[in-house]
């Protein structure tokens, strides 16, 4: 069933170099930033660095791909399988896209060990030193990030049940998790209206939290869990919602 | 008491809003906040019976409403009014067990996964349908053997031909022995060898499982060997519901008789035998068409036979839209 992800095997690579490149770019636009200056914001350069390469490692992660290729499916009307049979759509998008995931993470992983080995050598990174648990809540939280991800996803899909061209929604959700989750920029280099904004969004769940955990600077306490845990059953009740009233839309055109 | 009815819809109906956007991309604009529609009736209000086993032939011309129908029997759309109820079941509700009992078959939309061999969503339907092992061999045997297709299930769907693919479509809806049967035309655009192989087998499964079975086709021949009884429908509205031989006897009171000649004959003559549709001589080849009366159409060829130095001939029922037409002019109001 992963057949389409193994066809983007070469791709992988390119998604590999366009990780990359990012990183080189930014680490010069920081470095310029920094120049005459040990600290910005509390962090130094090698914290940075190292910020934005735990970002590149949950971007891999947590990232979805199906934006497209599901609202096309839906709109040609090429669902019907899932709708006439004891079988749950959304399970379909979600397990196929886990499966992909997996697949894809197993055949990168190995080129993001190297580029990490490599950049290492000529940029100055933070050495990390985290304990166990450390990586295990590390790993807890890019789970719930792919959950929020997927859930954003998967409702910029069943927008398509009402307007056809929904998919183009996919750079907004891009942009918006970007900037309010700390992607882009760690978010204490925000304007205010950001932060504020951050604060009130599950998203930070998916980059900044988990990063500035592993870095040290951030304390978790009990209240984020039961905000997470609240944010992510919200975001589930949503979707139920959201896929309920989309069906009554369905067009199941072409036959 | 009769037994209740396997399919009963009442009123059943269900008008799409078909947005128009003018071209362009100030069209596209102006339709985020102005979103002109026209109102299509695909479906307007058919009403209807089915009985546990009946194979009813589902009629009407391009567009008439007959997938639309089916699709609302399925649970793929919501009926704009009336709900129908199949198995006791109400269709969009979905549930499992309702799902389990039915299958719908499209002759023009592919449902088997077009990257894979037959094969394999024949097993992905197993595990959908928690189909137990034992059955599954069984019927899966019983049906790649009724339908010669041993060898076409291992290949990547994508690469079969339609007639093939249209086998592995029935074999993958038929798998968990589905009691009602909804089948848009399985038949379309197959050889006359093939739709005879699929039709055999379709009256097979409903002899065999007693499953309830409705059939749409272009094709008369589908119709009349399958179907006792026939719906016709026609711009969302039925039309006629009964006996299949009724219409025939009544609105397809001719046959038509096609004729090649060898030597040059005379319209005169011809015309003797019955309404003389079609006539051409251009010097080296000689065809005519007749129509004739049903009930004499064997009798006169065998005439026409023995007068004309005839080389070919064939009797065909006059095509299922001819006969909508003349039922729609004389019974839709
Ligand atoms: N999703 C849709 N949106 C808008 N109009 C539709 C849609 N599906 C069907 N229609 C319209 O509804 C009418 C009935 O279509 P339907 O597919 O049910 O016809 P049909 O009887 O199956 O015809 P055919 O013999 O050509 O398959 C047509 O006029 C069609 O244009
Ligand atoms: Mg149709």
């Known amino acids: ?255 | 008491m009769s037994k209740p009815p396997i399919i009963s819809i009442t009123n059943l109906k269900k008008h799409f809003k078909v947005y128009k956007k003018k071209p362009g991309l100030w069209g596209s604009i102006q339709s985020l906040w102005h979103r002109e529609y026209e109102v299509v009736k695909a479906v307007d209000g058919i009403s209807f019976d089915i009985a546990e086993g009946e194979i009813v032939g589902f009629i009407g011309m391009n567009g008439a409403g007959k997938t639309t129908t089916l699709k609302m029997l399925s649970g793929l759309l919501y009926p704009t009014e009336g709900q129908p109820s199949v198995l006791g079941y109400n269709p969009w509700e979905r549930k499992a067990s309702f799902q389990k009992q039915f299958a719908l078959v499209m002759g023009q939309k592919n449902q088997l996964w077009w990257d894979l061999p037959a094969v394999e969503t024949f097993y992905l339907n197993k595990a959908i349908y928690e189909i137990p092992d034992e059955q599954f061999e069984k019927t899966l045997k019983k049906l790649v053997k009724l339908l010669d297709v041993e060898d076409i299930i291992r290949i990547q769907v994508r690469k079969l031909s339609l007639g093939q693919r249209m086998k592995c479509e029935l074999i993958a809806a038929l798998l968990h022995n589905p009691k009602v049967l909804f089948l848009d035309e399985p038949t379309i655009g197959l050889d006359v060898v093939m739709q005879k192989t699929l039709r055999d087998f379709i009256k097979a499964y409903n002899k065999e499982f007693g499953a309830t079975i409705i059939l749409t086709s272009h094709y008369m021949d589908d119709v009349k060997e399958l179907c006792e009884r026939a719906i016709i429908i026609d711009h969302g509205k039925k039309i006629f519901d009964g006996k299949l031989q009724d219409i025939i006897d009544k609105y397809a009171r001719n046959k038509k008789l096609s004729l090649v000649f060898s030597e040059p004959v005379t319209k005169k003559d011809l015309q003797a035998f019955g309404d003389l549709k079609e006539f051409s001589d251009d010097g080296s080849h000689y065809t005519a068409t007749l129509l004739v009366a049903r009930k004499k159409a064997t009798a006169v060829a065998a005439q026409v036979l023995s007068k004309f130095p005839v080389v070919d001939v064939t009797i065909e029922e006059p095509p299922i839209e001819a006969i909508i037409r003349e039922v729609f002019s004389k019974e839709g109001s």
């Open chain 1, 1 to 255: 069933m992963f057949i389409r992800s193994l066809q983007f095997r070469t791709e992988l690579v390119i998604y590999v170099l366009l990780d990359i490149l990012p990183f080189f770019v930014l680490f010069f636009v920081w470095q310029a930033a920094f120049s005459g200056k040990t600290e910005i914001n509390s962090f130094t350069l090698p914290q940075i660095t190292q910020y934005y390469f735990l970002v590149m490692i949950i971007e891999r992660v947590t990232s979805t791909y199906f934006e497209n290729w599901r609202a096309t499916e839906i709109r040609e009307g090429k669902i019907d399988y899932f709708l006439t049979r004891p079988f749950s759509y959304i399970n379909d998008v979600f397990s196929k896209d886990v499966g992909g995931k997996l697949v894809s993470l197993a055949i990168s992983l190995p080129g993001l060990a190297v580029a990490f080995f490599l950049i290492s050598l000529v940029l100055p990174v933070a050495p990390l030193s985290v304990a166990p648990h450390q990586i295990f809540i590390f790993i807890f939280f890019m789970i719930t990030g792919y959950l929020i991800q997927f859930m954003i996803a998967l409702w910029i899909v069943l927008l398509t049940f009402w307007f056809e061209g929904s998919s183009g929604l996919e750079h907004f959700k891009w942009i918006s998790v970007s900037l309010f989750s700390g992607a882009m920029i760690p978010t204490t280099f925000m304007p205010t209206w950001i932060q504020s904004v951050y604060q009130f969004l599950p998203l930070k769940y998916i980059f900044a939290v988990p990063i500035t955990y592993l870095q040290g600077t951030l304390s978790l306490t009990p209240g984020m869990f039961l905000e997470l845990a609240i944010a992510l059953l919200c975001m589930f009740g949503i979707t139920r919602v959201f896929w309920h009233y989309a069906l009554y839309q369905y067009s199941s055109a072409g036959g």
